[in-house]
């Protein structure tokens, strides 16, 4: 069982290594992410691997000013090895949408690239066998700003066991980047009345990424 220490200082070393600039390579970001997760798709380094379809990479703008975060693929997810197309990704897009962001502009993927059984939370031991794959995705595309969606993701990235409540009040910080913190869209289905609070998140969010466009 690895430890939240542990985890950190694997952090740490994976931030300090790596790709850093990989537009100075001559290496196209697109191209990159594309050998990558051709690369990575018979990994094996944990046990989701004994039970996918497909490994979910992320999809997206390779430039994009924001890298949205959840957790992990679900059964559509896995089905299609595209990241959030159920109907969780839907919503995801009408979200976006209603802060006229269209989903080509961003990049989207998990911290799990594989489907945990039956949906369940990717354990702490899962998230650490995949972080190595989203640093470099980080590395490569260079986003201003993050969203991660849901407790799990925001706890994991953020090395914190603040609730939700406490993690939306304020922006945070993820590899010297703001990093926002909203409600999963799995959990906006099963809760209306996350709805409002959601929207509110949302805003906050517009009015920060739009002065990025200034």
Known sequence: MISRKQLRQHLELLLNSGIKE?????????????ELAIQYAQCSKCDL?????NLVYGEGNPFAKVMIIGEAPGQQ????????????????????????????????????????PANREPTIAERAACLPYLIQ?????????????GLVSAQFL???????????????????RPAYVIYHPA?????EHLK???????????KHYQSLNT
Not at 22 to 34: A, F, H, P, T, Y
């Open 77 to 116: 997810e896995d089905l299609k090895g595209r990241p959030f197309i159920g109907r969780a990704g839907e919503l995801l897009t009408k979200m976006l949408a209603a802060i006229q962001i269209q989903r080509d502009e961003v990049y989207i993927t998990n911290i799990a690239k594989c489907r945990p």
């Open 22 to 34: 990989i537009e100075k390579s001559g290496v196209d970001r697109k191209e990159k992410l594309q």
């Open 158 to 176: 953020l090395n914190t066991n603040a609730s939700l409540g406490e993690l939306r009040k304020e922006v945070q910080t993820f590899m010297d």
């Open 49 to 53: 691997s004994q039970g996918r379809t």
């Open 137 to 149: 995705q980080i590395q490569i595309i260079q986003p201003q700003m993050f969203i991660f969606l």
């Open 187 to 191: 959990a906006l289905l099963r809760n």
């Open 196 to 206: 409002r609070p959601a929207w509110e998140d949302l805003q906050r969010f517009q």
